[in-house]
Nanobody, 125 residues
Framework: QVQLVESGGGLVQAGGSLRLSCAASGRTFSSYAMGWFRQAPGKEREFVATINWSGGGTHYADSVKGRFTISRGDAKNTVYLQMNSLKPEDTAVYYC??????????????????WGQGTQVTVSS
């Protein structure tokens, strides 16, 4: 089991940028793929981005493609989500999670475990 803690959320104006961090404690997730999800009030948790264990393969939701970038730190125990050109519809609680399969891309919550507690991102118009 691994503990994940998200940080970097906050309030930003539309068109601005924000970088989220996900730090692991306990067991390392260096050999695991990681992902980001988000959930707005009254809506289901939706996929945002994921990265393979090697760091060489990434996949993004169409809604964030070209604006968001997922990456892994050199220490392999931290994953980032760089968010640019933010829109009001990006407002949500953002969660990081460990993907069960380190190679096969999965975009559903059932394919992930070891969820963090989330960090709030609010984009004002």
């Amino acid at each position: 089991q691994v503990q994940l803690v998200e940080s970097g959320g906050g309030l930003v104006q539309a068109g601005g940028s924000l970088r989220l961090s996900c730090a692991a404690s306990g067991r390392t997730f260096s050999s695991y793929a990681m992902g980001w999800f988000r959930q707005a009030p009254g809506k289901e948790r939706e996929f945002v981005a994921t990265i393979n264990w090697s760091g060489g393969g990434t996949h993004y939701a169409d809604s964030v493609k070209g604006r968001f970038t997922i990456s892994r730190g050199d220490a392999k125990n931290t994953v980032y989500l760089q968010m640019n050109s933010l829109k009001p519809e990006d407002t949500a609680v953002y969660y990081c999670a460990r993907r069960k399969n380190p190679v096969v891309v999965t975009t559903t919550p059932g394919g992930f475990d070891s969820w963090g507690q989330g960090t709030q991102v609010t984009v004002s118009s």
